[in-house]
């Protein structure tokens, strides 16, 4: 057995919640079996001005090879026995990571919620870290986050200085972050900076790569790098990931956003239309009794205000693929000033409504707000599928327009949709069409709602479809 050794320190007073956010109690030793090897937790001061935490690797470097009845085991891909994966911070730290602090990593803290979501100052020091691009790529990488880097390279051998440097480094990273935050990128990085896994690299990584990653990589100047050497340079999976973080559904949706919502506002001012929407949207969750809650395309955040203004809800998160509009929505619910209390209940995350997405799972309810008619109808079904099958709400709130009351509008051109993002716009029978094809599909019930003023020839401006299980 040989170890690997990463170390975490904070200064937040009283330094000890540090055994909360860990979930790993400061006075005793905490081990795991990983299947490659042992991991244990202990600390090596815990006092109230200063705690460390260490999470010591034990990694069995024959297993590694044959496995525990003899055959290939789990870094089948190293096939010497004679390498550095035993002695080194690799992709085996990060899955440590995962498995040992699973809930620091995500955020979750039962008896600290309030430091879990806090920025507290951080020290994370990793022994023997290797780094295929040297210290340059150390800060490169990590400087964007906001660490400052210290970083001492070990000789190839002390006994030997003749022989020169190696590529491995003693290094120190130091900022004032949410713990899940600094854990997160190292559960990226430390692969990335090594440029190899110990394990074979599949669809699954990308979603991995996206659920720690959504929140910086789409604006960190190495993204390129960082997805490549995580995905082990396979060309099908970067492509995949690059067009996830830049959202290739939705064409500059960044630049878009504001000029679309303006567009559409001036066409429904005097109807208050889009205030009627959420209003009602508000009112069908309510009446679902939900407690936690997504807006999926949530945009600047009007409905993720309303909802977070309503003690029902306990959970509420809103996802869209613009990174401009999330940051409107932090700025109208100005995250930044909430009481912990209430910036426990609100998340903002980035991610696509075409691709699933493991933490959409498990809630009791979504919101889609005027999105699908965004959609290109060739992405449709994945919408579907992500929605009702993965993601699968008790109830879902779907609104779009109802292209029969275009006529009403008179500033409107014939055959014209109502803005120039839509790729379509559903009557009333195609939608009810295809929204009873869906029930019937994914197991759902669906009755509609008119929004607005409801014309008696041509309907409300606006139809909505509640889907329940």
């Known amino acids: 057995m040989t170890t690997v050794l990463l170390e975490l320190t904070t200064t937040q007073q009283p330094a000890t919640d540090l055994g909360f956010l860990l979930h790993k109690n400061p006075a005793r030793v905490h081990s795991f079996d990983l299947g490659f090897g ?8 815990a006092t109230p001005e200063r705690c460390t935490a260490a999470l010591l690797l034990e990694i069995d470097s024959v297993g590694l090879v044959r496995g525990k009845h003899g055959h290939e085991g789990e870094g089948a891909l190293l096939t010497h026995y004679v390498n550095d994966r035993p002695y080194v911070a690799s992709s085996f730290m990060s899955v440590a990571i995962a498995r040992v602090f699973g809930s620091a990593l995500k955020g979750v803290s ?39 880097v210290t970083a001492e390279v070990q000789p190839l051998d002390p006994k030997f200085t003749e022989w020169g440097a190696s590529h491995y480094y003693r290094v120190t990273l130091r900022a004032t972050k949410r713990l899940s935050e600094l854990l997160g990128h190292l559960y990226v990085l430390v692969p990335v900076l090594d440029d190899e896994k110990h394990y074979w690299v599949t669809q699954a990584e990308v979603t991995k790569l996206l659920r720690y990653g959504d929140q910086w990589l789409p604006t960190h100047p190495e993204r390129e790098l960082i997805v490549a050497r995580y995905l082990k340079h396979q060309r ?12 290739e559904e939705q064409p500059d949706p960044d630049e878009e956003d504001e000029a679309r919502e303006a567009q559409e506002a001036a066409l429904e001012r005097q109807l208050s239309l889009n205030e009627q929407r959420l209003g009602t949207t508000l009112g069908v969750l309510k009446g679902s009794r939900a407690k936690r809650v997504l807006d999926l395309g949530c945009g600047n955040g009007k409905l993720v205000q309303l909802l977070l203004a309503d003690r029902q ?44 997405d493991d933490r959409l799972a498990g809630y009791d309810a979504a919101a889609v707000v005027e999105v699908v008619e965004h959609l290109d109808r060739p992405r449709l079904t994945a919408f579907e599928r992500v929605v009702f099958e993965f993601a699968r709400p008790g109830t879902v709130v779907i609104t779009t327009p109802n292209a029969e009351y275009n006529v009403k509008w008179t500033s409107l051109p014939s055959g014209e949709f109502r803005h120039r993002d839509h790729r379509f716009e559903w009557t009333r029978e195609q939608f009810q069409a295809w929204a009873t094809r869906i029930a019937e599909r994914f197991g759902y ?10 014309d008696p020839v041509v309907g409300a401006p606006t139809q909505m479809g509640v889907f329940t299980r």
């Not at 042992?38 to 001061?45: D, P």
């Not at 879990?116 to 986050?145: D, M, N, Q």
């Not at 930044?336 to 699933?356: E, H, K, T």
């Open 110 to 148: 039962k008896e600290r919620p309030d430091v879990a979501a806090a920025a507290i100052p951080l020290e994370a020091k990793v022994v023997s870290l290797p780094c295929r691009g040297g210290e340059r790529l150390l800060c490169r990488l990590f400087e964007p986050l906001g660490y400052h």
């Open 38 to 45: 042992q991991a244990h937790v202990f600390y090596s001061e």
């Open 313 to 356: 809800f306990e959970e509420i998160v809103g996802v869209d693929v613009s990174w401009r509009a999330l940051e409107s929505a932090a700025a109208r619910l100005k995250l930044n000033r909430l009481s912990p209390a209430q910036r426990n209940r609100v998340r903002l995350i980035y991610g696509s409504l075409v691709y699933r």
């Open 236 to 247: 099908s999976l970067v492509r995949e990931a690059l067009a996830r973080l830049v959202g």
């Open 445 to 454: 019930r669906v009755r509609f709602l008119p929004v607005g003023a409801e």
